[in-house]
């Protein structure tokens, strides 16, 4: 039977021939668990056995609260050092990156079935591997087994097509699909985004996109793999759909006229076009996150500043999503370049995205993000207000103070 990549790669990993509504019990490729949500896997696996199933699968990044911005997170890290080390699991303290930016650079292969406790594991659909979020107690029997139930899900097929317009980018498509599906239109499908707009898309793009797919209630994002998988993971396998595959629904855009997109408070899709909000006053834009905190995204926001300064009344605080990315950003002289413009550079991490660690609005404060999430009460104040942007949007409204749209300054 014609199989989507989806049914593809849960048939092999539970070695069984599935089609979308079966249930797999299934071989994990690669288990994730953060500072938030290790704990209490470790706890769980402590339950039920002594040794993990294969160390070198499993995989801990402290990114969340990074470095221990209290007691208990201080405490909670000393534990997962403490269970790496004895289990000899792979681990990433502090400052290293976010856990799913992580994954990307040095873990994740096409084809492969990735679990991780944190929902935005789907951003990994980017390279070809099937990724979803489980829960920490999930997660916990993982470590002890390997071994986990996924129900196959059915896929949305999203074909994108067009050559997106100048300071229109990768997030404003995912912000436009999210207003258009809606913040549950896709609950546990899979969503594979193909086309030749996609085939153009530089992986940090793919994987913005697939990053995005839980905020429309997806169990993952997908994209089939090209050269880019194949030059970004050094793997030279392959996946894709069968010409025949069976969807549960095809979704064709043409992106050639899209405009630059905002999610405005308090919903993911309550999507609109920068114009309806554009002239909002900020307090504080937040450029980073495993939405954008990659490289291709901070340097789009660094040829949006050009020679020009953020705002005095805006803080702008950026955080790149990894070390790597840190580093290739200072080679090329941006981080510099945004710390002369005034802005707070922090080591990589998670950042402001949910009110974890640093960088909380307080009551009544306005906030940009490039994260994925602007619900009441994440970053910050429950009074405070979020919209989300793009890093092009994001960097020419903390020049400017204010929403406004970067194709006005650059053209
Ligand atoms: C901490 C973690 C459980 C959470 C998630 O699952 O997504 C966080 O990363 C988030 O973005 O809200
Ligand atoms: S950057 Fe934000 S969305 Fe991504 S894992 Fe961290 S807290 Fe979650």
């Known amino acids: 039977m014609p199989k989507t990549i989806a049914e593809k790669i849960l048939s092999r990993a539970s070695d069984q021939d599935l089609e979308a509504g079966d249930y797999a019990f299934a071989d994990i490729d690669l288990a994730m668990a953060n500072d938030i949500t290790a704990p209490l896997a470790v706890d769980a696996f402590n339950e039920i056995a002594e040794e993990v199933w294969d160390p070198d699968k499993i995989i801990i990044p402290l990114d969340h609260q990074a470095p221990a911005d209290s007691i208990q997170a201080a405490d909670n890290q000393k534990k997962l050092r403490k269970f790496a080390k004895e289990q000899n699991t792979t681990f990433y303290d502090v400052g290293e990156g976010i856990c799913h930016q992580l994954m990307l ?100 793009g793919r994987a913005t996109l697939c990053n995005m797919a839980i905020e429309m209630g997806g169990k993952t994002g997908l994209v089939a793999t090209d050269e880019k998988t194949k030059e970004y993971t050094g793997s030279n396998r392959e996946i894709e759909p069968d010409e025949e595959a069976d969807y549960i629904e095809e979704k064709h855009y043409d992106v050639s006229n899209l405009e630059p997109k905002i999610a405005a408070p308090h919903e993911v899709d309550n999507v609109k076009d920068i114009s309806e909000v554009e002239g909002t006053e900020l307090d504080q834009v937040f450029i980073g996150s495993c939405t954008n905190g990659r490289y291709q995204d901070l340097k789009k926001a660094a040829e949006i500043l050009g020679e020009r300064k953020f ?13 790597k990315v840190n580093k290739k950003l200072m080679e090329e002289d941006i981080i510099e370049k945004f710390m002369d413009a005034g802005a707070i550079v922090q080591s990589p991490c998670c950042g402001p ?37 793009s890093p092009m949007v994001a960097a020419e409204s903390a020049i400017k103070g204010e929403i406004t749209d970067p194709r006005k300054n650059q053209k």
């Open 353 to 389: 995205c949910m009110g974890s660690s640093f960088g909380l609005l307080g009551e009544g404060e306005v906030g940009l993000a490039t994260s994925n999430r602007n619900f009441k009460g994440r970053e910050g104040s429950p009074k405070a207000r979020v919209y989300l942007s």
């Open 105 to 204: 650079e040095n873990h994740v292969k096409p084809g492969q079935l990735v679990i991780g406790a944190d929902s935005h594991t789907c951003t990994y659909g980017a390279l070809g591997a099937f990724a979803t979020g489980v829960g920490s107690t999930d997660m916990g029997a993982a470590f002890a087994s390997g071994k986990l139930w996924f129900k196959v899900p059915e896929t949305i097929k999203v074909t994108l097509e067009g050559k997106l317009p100048d300071y229109v980018g990768p997030k404003d498509v995912i912000l436009m699909l999210a207003g258009e599906i809606g913040a549950s239109g896709a609950l546990y499908q899979a969503l594979e985004f193909t086309g030749p707009t996609i085939e153009k898309m530089s992986i940090a």
């Open 311 to 323: 705002s005095n009344e805006v803080r702008t605080i950026i955080v790149p999503a990894s070390r």
